[in-house]
């Protein structure tokens, strides 16, 4: 713990002194000193400001990366696990999968209003697809003589997944997680500049319209510790369910 | 108790449907209650497909198994089946491995851990119970193997070279614990070998498979085998030679 603390205390000190060189450098108003950047980030936490915003951005991605699990698991692990099935959907799979769903935010907008619900869908429909496709391939690399093992034990269908497959695939589905985070975060950020009242990426490009620049980093500064703070719950998961993998 | 009838099997190939040739030809023979039986042959006779049919895994392509006059159709209650590669998830604990087949028969908590319990003490696990299979030798692991095989107190235990990936002297002493549960479990094994010395020390009547297609060369009767001291014998010796020509004069 103490050592993962000073790690990541030099990442972050390291990152901090490359940003004030640019700054100097640099010399424009659109990049702060570190300093300067950090004492609007603190100011407007402290107000209250940044607050209700970051709440809306926490709850709306971590709701999508919820729901999509929830959707995407267990499809992914039967097709992983159900050739036929896995024969008819796949297709359709492959077909919707490349596609950037990004482009159905106006759709899900004029569909939905303009509230929670289209960025909620929209990140869900995102990381679904990741899920699912990381399930499924997962569940297929199950070792036969596991398989041997356990069908010597006489199990039901649901004992094989929950002893087996769940436990065999929950550490590739949590990494494909942490890599589909950077694109869910991405996406929050440009459904929440679209047609949007609130959130981190409407109060950072608000922030950028109006030239306040220390405030615009202030919501920058909010979003990196947004992104941190769900891979630490992914760890934490990890951490919880997944003991046998740190030995 | 177990009586195997002309027994073949050929594989199906998914994709059109075809057969392969013979992989197990005519496999017959039985076993009484509490029989020690060793099946022996060179790599790719098929041997272990014959243990997952005994076991309900495979079904043959011709001919029957039955176990208490019952045939084969599937898992059954009465057979447990340890596998060379000792069959343990990576994510259980020794004692939650052990517990498996007791878990999914759904026995009740307090009977489960009496069992476990007596018998991972009894294969000197005890001090081990919350450590996970990457922790563990070799030999260890297998012990898990045998302790998660024998909780569900079986009748017929099946093995599939489960000592082979051991070495020397962690093999003979698991050797001599097998033949040890065996004298006080009312057991009846068949346990499946390429070693000879393996063949010849556990097993009272060894079959001797001929290489592709399998069928049974020998039904060979090896009474005098059973204790530990068996294995410093003249009559060892000789019979591990005369199954050595045996195998020798079939592969050639």
Redesign the interface.
């Known amino acids: 713990m103490m050592k993962k603390l000073v790690s990541y205390s030099l990442a972050i000190a390291s990152l901090i002194i490359c940003w004030h060189l640019a700054s100097i450098l640099l010399a424009k108003p659109f990049l702060p000193t570190p300093f300067a950047a950090f004492t609007g980030f603190f100011g407007l936490l402290l107000g209250g400001q940044l607050t209700n915003h970051f709440l809306i951005s926490l709850y709306r991605i971590l709701v999508s990366l919820l729901l999509a699990f929830l959707l995407g698991v267990p499809l992914g692990l039967v097709l992983g696990r159900n050739q036929a099935l896995d024969k008819f959907v796949a297709p359709i799979i492959y077909v919707l999968y490349p596609l950037p769903k990004v482009v159905f935010l106006p759709i899900l907008v004029v569909l939905m209003g303009l509230g929670n619900l289209p960025k909620i869908a929209l990140i869900t429909l995102i990381v679904f697809f990741q899920v699912v496709v990381k399930a499924r391939d997962a569940a297929k690399a199950i070792p036969f003589q596991s398989l041997q093992a356990i069908r010597s034990l006489n199990p039901t269908t649901w004992q094989i997944y929950y002893h087996l497959i769940w436990p065999f695939c929950l550490p590739k589905i949590l990494t494909s997680l942490r890599i589909t985070l950077g694109t869910a975060i991405a996406v929050l950020f440009f459904a929440e500049t679209f047609a949007s009242s609130d959130g981190l990426g409407y109060f950072i490009l608000d922030a950028m319209e109006r030239r306040e620049y220390s405030e615009m980093y202030a919501g920058i500064i909010t979003m990196a510790g947004l992104g941190l703070i769900i891979y630490g719950v992914i760890d934490f998961i990890e951490h919880r369910f997944c003991k046998w993998q740190r030995i | 108790m177990i009586e195997i009838n002309d027994v073949t099997l050929r594989y199906k190939n998914i994709k059109n449907n075809n057969l392969s040739p013979n992989v197990l030809e005519d496999i017959s023979f039985s076993l009484k209650p509490r029989e020690r039986c060793v099946v022996i042959g060179p790599s790719g006779c098929g041997k272990s497909s014959l243990l ?1 049919i005994l ?3 495979l079904s043959p392509t011709k001919g029957s198994v039955y176990i208490n006059q019952k045939k084969v159709t ?4 009465e ?3 340890i ?3 000792h ?6 604990t020794v004692y939650d491995n052990a517990e ?2 007791l878990l ?2 759904k026995v009740d908590k307090e009977t489960r851990q009496r069992k476990v319990l007596e018998l991972l003490k009894r294969l000197d696990l005890i001090d081990h119970i919350d450590k ?1 299979p ?2 563990l030798s070799g030999g260890q692991r297998q012990r898990v193997a045998i302790a998660r095989a024998l909780a ?1 107190r079986p009748q017929i235990l099946l093995m599939d070279e489960p000592f082979s990936a051991l070495d020397a002297l962690t093999r003979e002493r698991l050797q001599d614990t097998l033949l040890e549960l065996w004298l006080d479990k009312e057991l009846t094994y068949i346990l499946v070998t390429h070693s000879i010395e393996e063949a010849v020390f556990l097993g009272e009547k060894i079959i001797v498979l001929s290489p592709q297609p399998g069928k049974v060369i020998k039904i060979f009767d090896n009474s005098t085998s059973g204790s530990r001291l068996y294995r410093k014998t003249q009559d060892f010796y000789a019979n591990c030679n005369y199954l050595r020509d045996l195998l020798e004069g079939e592969v050639k």
């Open positions: 997952y076991a309900g895994l599937g898992p059954r209650d057979v447990a089946l596998l060379q590669d069959g343990l998830f990576p994510w259980k498996l087949g999914l028969k996970y990457t922790q569900q």
